[in-house]
């Protein structure tokens, strides 16, 4: 199941909000939602089948910078949905739209953004985004039309 929230997002992950999630302040710490992101994250990357194709290349992706901006305090017990899609593509980079939907309060959460540099782990370098992964990036981003 999911939300029209999410329409247009083509990776949506479903997440338990955690009772030790939550702070001295009864809802789910700031620090939590960039490990909700990361999950989304990880699930696109997943669907690229980037991991083997760092495995043949030595490509992978490294985050170079994250963002978030909280609109509703998560509490526990709640179920939310997590979505990634990609919002700009560059040469050597491209971010990610990240956004956080609570099944209980049937809102937007949070949103933010996560960039992704191409790197090259063995030489240590950021590399261009070559061409397979660009196909694979527009394929997947292609599946949410039908959403």
Known sequence: MTTPLLAGF???????????EMDSYCHVNNVVYFR???NARLE???RLNWFDFE???????????????FRRPLTYPDTIWVGAKVA??????????????????????????GTIVTFHYVDGKKV???EE?????AEL???RKGL
């Open 10 to 20: 083509p990776v949506v992950v479903q997440l338990p909000v955690v009772w030790g």
């Open 36 to 38: 909700y992101f990361e």
């Open 44 to 46: 696109y990357f997943r």
């Open 55 to 69: 495995e043949e290349t030595g490509i992978g992706p490294i985050l170079q910078a994250t963002q978030a901006r």
């Open 88 to 113: 700009s593509l560059a040469e050597d980079r491209f971010t990610l739209e990240h956004r956080i939907v609570s099944q209980r309060l049937n809102e937007v959460a949070a949103e933010g953004q």
């Open 128 to 130: 261009p985004i070559p």
């Open 133 to 137: 992964l660009r196909r694979r990036i």
């Open 141 to 143: 981003e292609a599946s």
